[in-house]
C-alpha cells in the first residue's frame, strides 16, 4: 500500500473503531484511536508476515499487543484482513461475541491473552530468544502503552533483552501522555523517557507516531536488524486522535463516548 | 544424602543433554547440580538475574513457542511475587510452564519470614491449570523430574531445601497424587513436603499405629483417596502451612465433595499468630506457632 492508500486505511479503521465502540457502548476508544498509524504500518505497510488463512503459522510475525485496551482496533483489523468474519465486530463486548474490551488469545491472529499489563515485553523478550536460540527469521513487535511503563515488570525485561542482544525484537511505545486519570508526567515523570531506555542498552528513535509513512519507513529498517541490539520506537500520539473533540482530557480513558460526545465525536471522523 | 533439588537438577540435566528444547531459566538462583548444568549446556540455560516476574514471562514466551521450560528460583518469590504473570500466562493462556521453587514451608529457618513459604498451596491451587507437585523426599523429586514429559500443563514444583532422609528406597508413582507411607489403624495422618519423613520417624520412635500418607500432588485423584480412606475412622492433617486454605482445607473440601463424614482435625499455622522471626531451627519456628509434632501424635 501506498502512504495515501495507508492514509485512507487509517480513517476508515478509526471509524470502525468508533463504531464498534459506539454499538458496545464500551471499548477503550480514545487508547485505540493514537496508535491506528502504528499498526495500520504493521499490517497494511508489507511489515508483518502474516496468513489470515493460516494463524498460527509457524513463520509469521509475533505482535504482541501489550497495550491490550487498544483491542477494538487490532480486532477491527484481523477482521478486514479475514481472520475471521466482518460480522464479529457486531457483537465486539455482547453476548454471544467472540471478544470483549481486552484481548484473548482464542481469537484467530492474536497472539497472547492481555488485559493485565507489564506482562507483554517479557513474553516477547522470550519469544524472540526462542527465535534466535532456533535461528529462526521472523520478528517480535510488542506495543506498549506509555502508562504501562510504570510497571517494573517492563524494566526487568528492557535489562534482559537487551543483554540477550535481541535485535529481531521490536518495541513500540504509543506515547500519549495520558494515563487513566492524569497526563503521565503530572503522575510520575517518565521523561527523560529516550535516555531511560538508551541507558537500558537498547536503540532508541522517536517519531512521529501519525506519521504512516515514517513509521514503516522505521519498521522496514529494523527488519535488516542493523544493530546487535533491540530497538524501541517511541511513537508521540495524540490520545484520541481524530476525534479532536475527545483529546488531551484524561478522563475519555476507557470508555466508548458518552451520550453528549456521541454526535461531535462521529461530525469529528465524518462517520 | 542428595538433596531434593541436586537430585531433581540432576535428572533433568540428563534429560536436557538429550533434548535441547529443555531450557533452564534461574533467577540467579544455585544448585551444586545446575552448576553442572550451565557448564555444559551453557545454550540451554538462562539466568534471568534476580528478576522472578520477568524469569517467569521469558519462560512463557519461550514456552508459548514450544520450548520445555523450567523456572527457578527462591518458592516464595517465584510464586508469591509472581502470581498474577502466571495466572495470565499459565492458567488463562494454558501456556505449559515449569515452575520449580526451592523453600517449602521453613526450609530456610534462620532467614525470617520473607524466606517461609506458608502460603503457596493455597495460592497456587487457587489457580486453574497448575498442576502442584509437593516433594517430600529425593526419590520423589526424581519421580517429578522423571515424569515431566507426562505434564498436561504447568506445573508448580515445591522442594524442601533441608535433608530429612529419604521416606522411599525407589522414585514412588505418582499416579494417585499420593502414597500410603505406613498403612496403620484407625487413625490416618496426612502430611505433605519435609514433615511426612519427619513424622514417619516420630511415628517409629513413638511406637505408634498410625498410619501416614504422602500427599505428592494437589489436585490428586479422588476415587483413589476415597478407597484409601474407608479403612480409617479418624483423619489428621499436618502442615507446615497457614491453615486457612492449604492442605487441611483442601481435605475439608474433598471430604465434603465426596459426602464423607470421616472426622478431620487440622494442625497447621494458625494465621492469627502471623509471622514469625525466632530462630535456631525449624523447631523453634514450630513452637511460636504451637505446631508440636509429638503432642499431635500421641
Known sequence: MNNTKLQEKCLQLRKKVLEICLKAKTGHLTSSLSCVEILVSLYYGNILNFDSQEPDSPNRDRLILSKAQASPLLYAILADLGFYDKEELNLFAQKDGIFGVHLQNTVPGVETTAGALGHGLGLGAGIALKAKMDRDLWMTYVILGDGELYEGSIWESMKFASHHNLNNLVGIIDRNYLCTTDFTENIVELEPLEDKILSFGWNCITVDGHDVNNITENFERLKSRPSRKPTMLICNTVKGKGVPSMCYDPLNHGIAPRENQTDQAKKDLGL | ?298
Open chain 2, 1 to 298: 544424602m542428595k538433596t531434593q533439588r541436586d537430585t531433581f537438577w540432576d535428572e533433568i540435566y540428563e534429560l536436557a543433554k538429550k533434548d535441547r528444547d529443555i531450557i533452564v531459566i534461574s533467577a540467579d538462583m544455585g544448585a551444586p547440580a545446575l552448576d553442572k548444568f550451565r557448564r555444559d549446556l551453557p545454550s540451554q540455560y538462562i539466568n534471568t538475574g534476580i528478576a522472578e516476574q520477568n524469569s517467569i514471562l521469558v519462560g512463557a514466551g519461550l514456552a508459548k513457542e514450544g520450548k520445555k521450560v523450567f523456572v527457578y528460583a527462591i518458592a516464595s518469590f517465584l510464586t508469591l511475587n509472581c502470581i498474577e504473570k502466571i495466572r495470565v500466562q499459565c492458567s488463562m493462556m494454558k501456556i505449559p510452564l515449569n515452575i520449580v521453587g526451592v523453600g517449602a514451608g521453613f526450609s530456610y529457618p534462620d532467614s525470617g519470614p520473607t524466606h517461609h513459604l506458608i502460603e503457596d498451596i493455597s495460592i497456587m491451587r487457587a489457580l486453574p491449570f497448575i498442576d502442584i507437585y509437593s516433594v517430600s523426599d529425593s526419590n520423589v523429586a526424581k519421580s517429578v523430574a522423571q515424569s515431566y514429559k507426562k505434564f498436561k500443563h504447568s506445573t508448580y514444583i515445591r522442594l524442601e531445601r533441608q535433608d530429612f532422609g529419604n521416606l522411599y528406597n525407589s522414585p514412588p508413582s505418582l499416579t494417585s497424587g499420593f502414597q500410603r507411607i505406613i498403612e496403620g489403624k484407625n487413625k490416618l495422618i496426612i502430611s505433605t513436603g519435609a514433615l511426612v519423613p519427619q513424622i514417619s520417624q516420630l511415628l517409629k520412635n513413638n511406637q505408634l499405629s498410625h498410619g501416614l500418607l504422602d500427599v505428592l500432588t494437589i489436585p490428586f485423584n479422588l476415587n483413589d483417596f476415597k478407597e484409601l480412606i474407608s479403612q480409617y475412622k479418624e483423619l489428621i492433617v499436618i502442615e507446615e502451612h497457614f491453615t486457612t486454605g492449604g492442605l487441611g482445607s483442601l481435605l475439608l473440601e474433598v471430604l465434603n465433595e465426596l459426602q464423607i463424614q470421616t472426622p478431620i482435625k487440622r494442625f497447621g499455622l494458625s494465621p492469627q499468630h502471623g509471622y514469625c522471626y525466632s530462630y535456631g531451627g525449624r523447631e523453634e519456628i514450630h513452637k511460636y506457632y504451637k505446631l508440636n509434632l509429638e503432642k499431635i501424635l500421641n
